[in-house]
C-alpha cells in the first residue's frame, strides 16, 4: 500500500487494492445486458469522503468516471458482449484531496452474440464438374473470421471469403447449398435458406455419315440417319451400337472411321468420334450387322 499525503491537512489517504476486486460478471439471458459488479476493501482514512470508479477500454485510459460516495461496491451495465474493460478506484477526502489510483483490473464480457444469418447465397458460375457460390457478408459485433458451406446437409469446406467453389460435383445432378457464418470467439450464425443447383450435362457427339444408300439406327436412341450424315449427343462413357441397313438393291460394305468390319458397331464414347457406313450397289438387300461386334479403331 502507498499514501498521498494532502497538500493542506498532511491527510494520508488510503490507496484502495483491486488485487481482488471483481467479485461476480453477470449477463442477462439476452445477452444485451452484460454488467460487472466491483467491489473493494474500505478505506481507513478518517477524512475519507468517497471514492471515484474509473473505467475505460484500453489500459490505463479511463474516459468514464463514477463518484460512488462512501459505497465500496458498483455495477457497471449495458457492457458490451466480447469487450475487455479496465478499472481503477482511487479514494478522496473532503478536501477533494485523492489518492493515487488502485492497481488496474480488467475483465472481458463474453462474447454471446452471433453472426446474422448469410443472404442473397447464389451461384455465379456452374460446370459439368464444379459450382462457384458467393453471398451476402454476415455481420458481428466482434466481426466474422469466416463461413462453413454444407452440401446436401455436410460441410464440405469453410472460407475466410464470401465466394466458394465446390469442385467436387457430377455433370447433371442437383445438389443443395447453405452458408453459415462464424465470428472470432466460436459463435456460428444459423444456416442460410438453401439453394438448389444443377451442374451442367458434358455430352459427347457421335457423328454417322453414309455412303451408298442405306440407313444407320442405335441403341440407345439418337441415331437415326436415312439420309447421307447425322448426329447424336450422349454423356460421356456411353456405349452405342449401331446397326446398318442397306437399301434396296444395296449391300453393306462394311465400317470406316471409329468402327471397321462389317458386324455391328459398338463404341464407347470417350470424347466426339465418327463413324461411317460403307454401301456399295449390289442386287441383294436387307440388314447389315446381324451379329458379332464391330471393332473400334
Known amino acids: 500500500m502507498a499514501y498521498l499525503t494532502s497538500p493542506r491537512h498532511s491527510t494520508k489517504i488510503y490507496i484502495i487494492s483491486l488485487a481482488l476486486l471483481f467479485i461476480e460478471i453477470f449477463a442477462s439471458p439476452a445477452h444485451s445486458n452484460s454488467s460487472i459488479q466491483l467491489t473493494w476493501e474500505a478505506s481507513p ?28 461496491s458498483f455495477i457497471f451495465q449495458n457492457l458490451a458482449d466480447g469487450q475487455a474493460y479496465y478499472f481503477s478506484v482511487t479514494a478522496y477526502d473532503y ?4 489518492s493515487s489510483p488502485s492497481e488496474e483490473a480488467t475483465v472481458t464480457i463474453p462474447d454471446s452474440t452471433s453472426p446474422t444469418l448469410p443472404q442473397n447465397v447464389t451461384f455465379a458460375s456452374v460446370s459439368n464438374s464444379g ?23 455436410v460441410v464440405i469446406g469453410q472460407t475466410p471469403t464470401t465466394a466458394f467453389v465446390d469442385g467436387a460435383t457430377s455433370p447433371g445432378l442437383t445438389y443443395s447449398y447453405t452458408v453459415q457464418a462464424k465470428d472470432a470467439n466460436g459463435n456460428v450464425s444459423g444456416w442460410s435458406n438453401p439453394i438448389q443447383v444443377t451442374t451442367t450435362q458434358s455430352l459427347t457427339q457421335l457423328n454417322v ?13 439418337g441415331i437415326n ?32 472411321g471409329s468402327c471397321t468390319g462389317t ?26 450387322g446381324s451379329g458379332g461386334k464391330g471393332r473400334n479403331k
Open 45 to 72: 482514512d478518517p477524512d475519507l469522503m468517497g471514492y471515484h470508479v474509473y473505467m475505460g477500454t484500453s489500459p490505463g485510459s479511463y474516459p468514464t468516471i463514477q463518484d460512488v460516495g462512501l459505497s465500496q
Open 95 to 98: 478536501m477533494k484531496n485523492e
Open 131 to 153: 459450382i462457384a457460390l458467393q453471398w451476402t457478408a454476415s455481420t458481428d459485433n466482434v466481426g466474422v473470421i469466416g463461413y462453413e458451406v454444407a452440401r446436401d446437409h
Open 209 to 221: 455419315s453414309t455412303s451408298g444408300n442405306g440407313s444407320i439406327i442405335s441403341s440407345p436412341n
Open 225 to 256: 440417319c436415312p439420309k447421307q450424315s447425322c448426329t447424336g449427343t450422349y454423356p460421356p462413357g456411353t456405349v452405342v451400337t449401331l446397326t446398318a441397313s442397306p437399301g434396296k438393291g444395296w449391300t453393306f460394305d462394311g465400317w470406316s
Open 263 to 288: 458386324d455391328l458397331c459398338r463404341i464407347a464414347l470417350t470424347n466426339n468420334m465418327a463413324v461411317n457406313a460403307n454401301f456399295s450397289k449390289g442386287s441383294t438387300s436387307g440388314s447389315g
